[in-house]
């Protein structure tokens, strides 16, 4: 499967804290997106990084992406109480067939103590 | 822009009854997509449209489960009959080339009992 897995699944810090996610995936990619979803919503794209970027930021983001190891972590600085929620990344698949499909992973549960 | 919108956002039913549920995408985008969230298996993805056709539609879990897309602004998923297996959230969402960031819907409850 082309599926991301997060790590870890559950991870809960205080405010001020910084939080990192990671993502693995199996398959060669054009690029990798993560998105962040709040309970009972939808989930919201924060981020994409292209297969040949290794960093990007995007305000208290930082996402790098290691392709020779297929895998990714979203960091988020100093965080708030209202960081809590779930996150995901999704990948695409390179030369694949099902152009514009998207794999999602399980999730990383963020909770943010005030 | 009002974003994807769904509806409804909560539905109760029985076992074997019909259920539909909708989508309207965002205007513009040309790619559209069901996927289904439950604790057990996460986000999986159900079906989606590329200029209102079906691309891909091997997530669909059985023939009870059907997806139209009869123009560029609307979009329904139908299970006909309804399980109670299938009580998950149900999201639609959008996007407007391939390989570009999703839109959400705030999803439908689906609830069969």
């Known amino acids: 499967s082309q599926q991301g897995e997060e790590d870890p699944q559950a991870l809960s810090i205080q405010e001020g804290?910084?939080?990192?996610?990671?993502?693995?995936?199996?398959?060669?990619?054009?690029?990798?997106?993560?998105?962040?979803?709040n309970s009972g919503r939808?989930?919201?794209?924060?981020?994409?990084?292209?297969?040949?970027?290794?960093?990007k930021h995007s305000g208290r983001l930082r996402v790098t992406l290691d392709t020779s190891k297929k895998s990714s972590s979203?960091?988020?600085?100093?965080?708030?109480a209202a960081d809590t929620a779930s996150y995901f990344c999704a990948t695409d698949a390179w030369g694949g067939s099902t152009l514009g499909r998207l794999y999602f992973g399980r999730g990383t549960q963020l909770t943010v103590w005030p | 822009d009002a974003g994807v919108i769904q509806s409804p956002r909560h539905e109760v039913t029985e076992m074997g009854q019909e259920v539909t549920l909708r989508c309207k995408p965002i205007s513009g985008h040309d790619y559209l997509f069901w996927?289904?969230?439950t604790m057990m298996r996460g986000l999986e993805?159900?079906?989606?449209?590329?200029?209102?056709?079906?691309?891909?539609?091997?997530?669909?879990?059985?023939d009870r489960f059907s997806a139209k897309m009869p123009n560029a602004s609307f979009s329904t998923l139908k299970i006909q009959p309804s399980e109670p297996r299938d009580s998950a959230v149900y999201f639609c969402a959008s996007s407007p080339r391939p390989n570009s960031p999703l839109h959400f819907g705030n999803g439908t409850r689906l609830t069969v009992t």
């Not at chain 1, 939808?42 to 960093?55: F, K, M, P, Q």
């Not at chain 1, 979203?74 to 708030?80: K, P, V």
């Open chain 1, 17 to 37: 804290e910084n939080a990192t996610m990671n993502c693995s995936y199996k398959t060669s990619i054009n690029n990798l997106q993560w998105y962040r979803q």
């Open chain 1, 42 to 55: 939808g989930l919201v794209h924060l981020i994409l990084i292209r297969s040949n970027e290794r960093e």
């Open chain 1, 74 to 80: 979203l960091l988020i600085t100093a965080s708030r």
């Open chain 2, 35 to 37: 996927y289904r969230q």
């Open chain 2, 45 to 62: 993805l159900l079906i989606y449209f590329n200029n209102n056709v079906p691309i891909d539609d091997s997530g669909m879990p059985e």
